[in-house]
């Protein structure tokens, strides 16, 4: 019998993502945009304008208010608040998902 490829993409998804029930995430752009970047396994600079840092953000967890960034590239947890001014590469570190 082959493997379920939907089962595996699920899981693969369920591993990049974590969103609580009752999250409230007010109308920051970057969620979204840090979000897409995790599916898209883009790379990403931090703080662009001031002191950029590259990362590759390899999960988003959202609790409540807080939005967190799991990175493989640069430190493993970066909090929403640290992000600053943030550019998504057109660059992946791995191949996008189908």
């Known amino acids: 019998m082959r493997p379920d490829p939907a089962r595996k993409t699920a899981l693969a998804a369920a591993e990049r993502f974590a969103i609580a029930e ?18 898209g396994g883009n790379i990403v600079t931090l703080n662009a304008a001031a002191a950029p840092q590259k990362t590759h953000p390899e999960a ?19 909090a929403r608040e640290a992000w600053g001014d943030i550019n998504i590469s057109a660059r992946r570190f791995r191949d996008a998902p189908v």
């Open 22 to 39: 009752d999250f409230a995430i007010d109308d920051d752009p970057r969620v979204p945009a840090m979000a897409a970047a995790v599916h």
């Open 60 to 78: 988003l967890i959202i609790s409540h208010t807080v939005a967190v960034v799991h990175a493989r590239v640069g430190p493993p947890a970066i």
